[in-house]
């Protein structure tokens, strides 16, 4: 069965030309001329993958990408005419998987939405034999099972790309892990992608970490890697 993608994008003319480019590569993809009406229509029936434009009539996509977060953890990747580090990491921050700024290449977002879907595709397909042991490194816990991250056990909120990207992290806590690595562990990206999101992602955590007695330290040329600290 074909993976199903939802679009809103009111620039008519963007919008069916992604979601023709999409469909030729075999996907289902259902496309909406505002957000609201695929928020609805996602509510009804979920899709495997969302697609936003930032600014609509109606709720932005800024303001539907929080209301899924609410309810799922699909995959979405935002367009955007702003090439502004402020509306990405607004985008990262509320839970976005990914950020594309007009004019772009569909042959560049349909690699985007191939990894996507590949990574989510293996998820599922590792849920069954999901580990259960928590993981702790200083005051902080994570709780795979549930997906709960705690600092001194008071719950943190994080978005599912941060919450994979730390888990990622503290699995690996014992050496340096690489953007490269992190990318296509927790994105399904390849070499061949160009994105900011592991950045922008790793500096939203660190921002929501500073109570906790670990720091994610940056590896020159290289990536990332957890210390613990003192109290």
């Given at each position: 069965?074909?993976?199903?993608?939802?679009?809103?994008?009111?620039?008519?003319?963007?919008?069916?030309?992604?979601?023709s480019f999409?469909?030729?590569?075999?996907?289902?993809?259902i496309?909406?001329?505002?957000?609201?009406?695929?928020?609805e229509?996602?509510?009804?029936?979920?899709?495997?993958l969302?697609?936003?434009?930032?600014?609509?009539?109606?709720?932005?996509?800024?303001?539907?990408?929080?209301?899924i977060?609410?309810?799922?953890?699909?995959?979405?990747?935002?367009?955007?005419?702003?090439?502004?580090d402020?509306?990405?990491?607004?985008?990262?921050?509320?839970?976005?998987?990914?950020?594309?700024?007009?004019?772009?290449?569909?042959?560049?977002?349909?690699?985007?939405?191939?990894?996507?879907?590949?990574?989510?595709?293996?998820?599922?397909?590792?849920?069954?034999?999901?580990?259960?042991?928590?993981?702790?490194?200083?005051?902080?816990?994570?709780?795979?099972?549930?997906?709960?991250?705690?600092?001194?056990?008071?719950?943190?909120?994080?978005?599912?790309?941060?919450?994979?990207?730390?888990?990622?992290?503290?699995?690996?806590?014992?050496?340096?892990?690489?953007?490269?690595?992190?990318?296509?562990?927790?994105?399904?990206?390849?070499?061949?992608?160009?994105?900011?999101?592991?950045?922008?992602?790793?500096?939203?955590?660190?921002?929501?970490?500073?109570?906790?007695?670990?720091?994610?330290e940056?590896?020159?040329?290289?990536?990332?890697?957890?210390?613990?600290?003192?109290?």
């Open positions: 069965m074909a993976e199903k993608i939802y679009i809103a994008e009111d620039e008519t003319t963007i919008r069916l030309t992604v979601k999409l469909e030729s590569e075999g996907y289902e993809v496309d909406f001329e505002n957000g609201d009406l695929l928020f229509q996602f509510k009804k029936e979920e899709s495997d969302i697609i936003l434009d930032v600014m609509m009539p109606g709720s932005s996509g800024f303001d539907i990408t929080r209301s977060r609410e309810i799922s953890s699909v995959p979405i990747i935002l367009l955007t005419a702003k090439d502004s402020l509306d990405y990491a607004t985008g990262i921050n509320l839970g976005s998987d990914d950020y594309f700024t007009k004019p772009f290449s569909a042959i560049a977002l349909n690699m985007r939405v191939k990894a996507m879907l590949r990574r989510v595709k293996m998820d599922k397909q590792n849920q069954g034999a999901a580990e259960q042991e928590a993981y702790t490194l200083g005051n902080v816990t994570l709780t795979p099972d549930s997906m709960r991250t705690s600092v001194n056990e008071q719950t943190i909120d994080l978005t599912p790309n941060e919450y994979n990207v730390f888990l990622y992290l503290m699995k690996n806590k014992d050496r340096a892990v690489s953007r490269e690595e992190l990318l296509e562990s927790v994105w399904g990206y390849g070499k061949d992608i160009e994105t900011r999101a592991c950045d922008d992602t790793i500096r939203r955590l660190r921002k929501k970490l500073t109570e906790a007695t670990i720091q994610i940056t590896v020159w040329g290289f990536g990332f890697t957890l210390k613990e600290t003192t109290e």
